[in-house]
């Protein structure tokens, strides 16, 4: 979409991991190879033109990757869940989860983005075993 944030706290400045940086590098190449035909929009997801990408295109490319990895066909919308529940099951603090993901209350980032995956809970059983193993 094209307009102004959805919320106070949308419009923020987040660290990006290499590999988006490196997409910024690959894009820089494409604007290049496109010539004239570039159209400068800013986008950081766009067409080999520099254009909008469009909604029913990306889902469609979306189900068929989806079917590709044999994973079952979902909402591209879905995807915002991801990134909470990962960067849960590595460790990072919820707050910062919070801030990355644009929620205005952790309530937000907790209860509806963030789940729990079956090797947060073997790591939380295996924990549990070494509290009752160890010796008091």
């Not at 604007?31 to 997801?45: E, H, M, P, S, T």
């Not at 983005?113 to 939380?124: C, E, F, G, N, R």
Request: aromatic fraction near 8%.
């Amino acid at each position: 979409m094209i307009g102004d944030p959805k919320t106070r706290t949308s419009k923020r400045t987040i660290l990006l991991p290499d590999v988006l940086l490196e997409h910024r590098t690959k894009q820089k190449e494409a604007r290049l190879k496109a010539g004239q035909a570039w159209q400068n929009l800013d986008f950081v997801f766009c067409s080999r033109h520099g254009k909008q990408l469009w909604p029913d295109n990306v889902r469609s490319r979306f189900y068929r990757m989806l079917q590709r990895a044999g994973l079952p066909r979902m909402r591209f919308h879905d995807l915002r869940h991801s990134p909470a529940t990962l960067m849960r099951s590595m460790g990072v603090d919820l707050k910062v989860i919070q801030e990355i993901l644009g929620h205005s209350t952790m309530d937000m980032t907790f209860n509806v983005y963030s789940h729990t995956l079956p090797l947060m809970q073997k790591d939380a059983a295996e924990k549990m075993k070494k509290l009752f193993d160890s010796p008091s």
